[in-house]
């Protein structure tokens, strides 16, 4: 393709991207979850120069002193960061903050479109390629939303097919391979060095938006270790050493870009806590149930995870394994696409692009099936797959070549470029109909996005009339900030004796209880005007089977 065409291409998908992108944006006026809310809040603490600190208390488990506190010791700072960006430009409001959001988003179908044409070299195949990434199913509704989805998805997107398009440049280069379809120049040494620090640098800002995105980091090391012992041993090519020093000097110069990236973070971190990264997320690899991230108090080690027993630690990884394979099928592969892009990856199987996400992908999957079974299977794989999509959209498209050219051989009457246009008009149009489908329930129907946590306006006011400086425990506090609140404290996973010895240690005013409050405290919220050591004072939304009870002290 020549270059001014493909250029244009990627302007012209990048523009509808961000028109789709824009419309997805509108209807969506707040943050309508709690990981957002949370970038949010905090974005705003940023644009106003207050810097990386938050008000609440979301989690107990580095036992955090009272708020305000230091923020993004357990999620990394980027989508604060880009949120504050748009509202130091546009001024503090959520519209403001998607703007970051809205064109980064957009970025996803160009680079989908880049990547599919490297690897089947069709102007075709990488138009259906940027136009499922346009329309993708379960992530439409996420694009823009203040939510680590899309940073990752660039970045994380963009560290592989740089890191696997330099590679195979320099083995085309040296006369070591030439594909068989896709991209086939290759370009000059010093670009190609770009491209590596280009994928050092895009690798520590997909780490700044997700603390997995080191996994990364780690599918490229151990992508370039297992192909240089396969070609040393196993199966040797003329010119080994020569392969190993290039491979080698690239995952230097990757890794140094990256620690740069990073090095700002380290540093913040380091100062706050002592150590350069935090320890709060790794804690919860020793989680029998996801609710014990909210327990105060509870150790979580390896020997409490081998208390329970093998038992309940296989039915765990049985439940995360089966959720995350629905994930991986729903989710990533908008359920058609899924078989196409498994046979697009095996026919491309030698490309160092397919194989970097491949390997990303597997380990991905282990670490949140087996290692963080109960964060993983509760939206971190949804969450990190984002980077994965751009790969899998590219594959899926040379699935589908492939299939109709394998009945096409089989069947004579079959006019396979026609089937490849009819068939991919058909792939866009269920992508299309799907994720209008999605957004619809996510987003329109009955209100469901600005509609959550309703009640949190009233609930803010009541408490700022009684008592401005007061401190509240809560369930969503990153929500309570967003509609009004001021300091607050999340509703412990434990028994009453427990929370009331959280509310005197964090000198809490009220107990906030919704129909969504810890196990621990049903007798609470089922019988609230006969608690001994606590003073029901007020109901929001009585009589509805959605109470709100606040209580205080005796």
């Not at 963009?158 to 391979?177: C, D, S, T, V």
């Not at 009955?446 to 809560?474: C, F, L």
Request: glycine share 10%; net charge neutral.
């Amino acid at each position: 393709m020549r270059s001014k065409q493909f250029r244009r291409d990627l302007a012209l998908i990048f523009g509808l991207a961000l028109v789709v992108r824009g419309l997805a944006a509108l209807p969506q006026q707040q943050p309508s979850y709690f990981d957002a809310a949370y970038y949010y809040v905090n974005g705003v603490n940023l644009a106003e120069g207050r810097g990386f600190v938050e008000d609440f208390v979301w989690n107990y488990l580095d036992h955090p002193g009272p708020p305000p506190q230091p923020s993004h010791l357990y999620w990394m700072p980027l989508t604060s960061i880009l949120a504050a960006v748009g509202m130091i430009v546009g001024g503090v409001s959520y519209r403001a903050a998607q703007i970051p959001f809205v064109v980064l988003s957009a970025l996803v179908a160009p680079i989908t479109y880049w990547l599919a044409y490297l690897l089947a070299g069709q102007r075709r195949s990488s138009w259906l390629a940027g136009l499922l990434a346009v329309f993708s199913g379960f992530y439409v509704p996420y694009w823009t939303a203040i939510d680590n989805f899309t940073p990752f998805a660039v970045f994380g997107s963009l560290a592989l097919g740089l890191a696997g398009m330099e590679n195979e440049e320099w083995r085309m280069a040296n006369g070591e391979w030439s594909p068989e379809t896709g991209d086939k120049g290759a370009r000059g040494s010093g670009l190609r060095l770009l491209w590596l620090m280009g994928a050092g640098v895009c690798l520590g800002l997909a780490h700044l938006a997700r603390a997995d995105g080191s996994l990364l980091l780690i599918a490229i090391f151990l992508l370039f270790v297992v192909r240089m012992t396969y070609y040393t041993f196993l199966r040797p090519i003329p010119h080994i050493s020569r392969s190993i020093f290039h491979d080698l000097r690239a995952l230097c110069l990757i890794t140094l870009a990256y620690l740069l990236t990073m090095l700002p973070w380290f540093l913040r971190t380091h100062d706050v806590t002592g150590a350069f990264l935090s320890t709060a997320g790794t804690q919860t690899i020793w989680l029998t149930d996801y609710d014990d991230l909210f327990s105060y108090g509870r150790e979580l080690s390896l020997q409490t995870f081998l208390a329970q027993g093998l038992g309940p630690i296989w039915q765990g990884r049985w439940w995360a394994l089966t959720n995350n394979f629905q994930t991986v099928v729903a989710v990533w592969g908008m359920i058609f696409l899924g078989p196409l892009s498994l046979m697009g990856g095996w026919h491309l199987r030698q490309r160092i692009l397919v194989q970097l996400a491949a390997m990303y992908a597997l380990l991905l999957f282990i670490a949140m099936t087996f290692v963080f079974a109960f964060p993983g299977a509760r939206g971190g794989l949804f969450h990190s797959g984002a980077a994965l999509l751009p790969f899998i959209y590219a594959t899926a498209v040379v699935g589908l070549d492939r299939s109709i050219e394998w009945v096409a051989d089989r069947r004579r009457s079959w006019r396979p470029q026609a089937a490849k246009r009819v068939f991919g008009i058909g792939l866009v149009v269920m992508a299309v109909g799907l994720s209008s489908f999605i957004y619809y329930q996510r987003v329109l129907k009955g209100n469901a996005w600005n509609g959550a946590d309703s009640n949190y306006p009233a609930i803010a006011a009541w408490v700022t009339e009684q008592n401005p400086a007061a401190t509240v425990m809560i369930g969503n506090p990153p929500a309570y900030r967003y509609h009004g609140g001021g300091l607050s404290v999340v509703v412990p996973n434990n028994d009453l004796d427990t929370v009331l010895q959280v509310m005197a240690e964090y000198k809490v005013d009220y107990l906030i209880l919704d129909k969504n409050h810890p196990v621990p405290l049903d007798e609470i919220y089922d019988h609230p005007e006969t608690q001994a050591d606590l003073s029901l004072l007020q109901t929001f939304e009585p009589g509805t089977g959605q109470e709100i009870y606040v209580f205080g002290g005796r």
